[in-house]
């Protein structure tokens, strides 16, 4: 079975544009997650979505947002970059409650 | 609570040694753990996983202890390779309330296996 495919591996923007991140989960698992991983700060929760619902989101500014589809896949924005948004966003996918998070193996944001 | 990067603790051992990894969670309410392996370039990979109702859980030359009365989550590797170098962490979540589904990290600890 395929693991957590995340798109693109890399990117350098510039503050203030845009970026979209993209995530397609196990096959079979619905919930997905996003995670900030960074030297500072470690990994932060972002938000998780089931059923293309968001469920639960964590403490960053509303230029941080996602979606899911519904076939489970899902994006992830940030607006207007700013330099600290340059991170690694990992993007995880569990099948039920209790069950592990399986993660991608992110994508590594820079902004210049 | 926040995990803090800077100034990772480190482990390091040789190969063959047993190695032991330790983790302080902060919520008391928490009623699920799990470790994870990151190695360079990659994300974090599931090891194992543990319950509130349990205090030990084995796995494949793994093994967690769970203390709840001090909030102290271990992970025990058992003759240890060099494969095994990695930064590894604990997470915990409670599945009631606004907490659902969300997943909150220790700070990481850096374990090193020497040939």
């Known amino acids: 079975k395929a693991g957590v495919t995340q798109t693109p591996r890399y990117l350098i923007k510039t503050r203030g544009q845009q970026v979209t991140l993209s995530c397609s989960p196990i096959?079979?698992?619905?919930?997905v997650s996003w995670y900030q991983q960074t030297p500072g700060q470690g990994l932060q929760f972002l938000f998780e979505?089931?059923?293309?619902?968001?469920?639960n989101k964590g403490n960053f500014p509303g230029r941080f947002s996602g979606r899911q589809f519904s076939n489970s896949r899902s994006e992830m924005n940030v607006s207007t970059l700013e330099l600290g948004d340059s991170a690694l966003y990992l993007c995880?996918?569990?099948?039920?409650?209790?069950?592990?998070?399986?993660f991608g193996n992110g994508t590594r944001l820079t902004v210049t | 609570g926040e995990s803090v990067g800077l100034h990772l603790p480190t482990l390091s051992v040789q190969e063959g040694d047993n190695s032991i990894i330790n983790c302080a969670y902060s919520?008391?309410?928490?009623?699920?753990f799990i470790w994870y392996k990151q190695e360079s370039g990659k994300g974090p990979q599931f090891i194992i996983d543990?319950?509130?109702?349990?205090d030990k859980r084995q796995g494949q030359r793994v093994t967690v202890l769970l203390n709840k009365t001090v909030k102290h989550l271990s992970l025990q590797i058992a003759a240890t390779q060099p494969g095994d170098s990695a930064v590894y962490f604990c997470?915990?979540?409670?599945?009631?309330?606004?907490?659902?589904?969300?997943?909150?990290f220790g700070q990481g600890t850096i374990l090193t296996v020497h040939p």
């Open positions: 995880a996918s569990r099948s039920v409650v209790h069950s592990p998070l399986h």
């Open positions: 096959s079979g698992h619905r919930s």
């Open positions: 979505y089931f059923s293309e619902t968001q469920r």
């Open positions: 919520n008391s309410a928490s009623d699920y």
């Open positions: 543990i319950r509130s109702n349990m």
């Open positions: 997470a915990e979540t409670y599945s009631g309330g606004t907490s659902y589904g969300k997943l909150t």
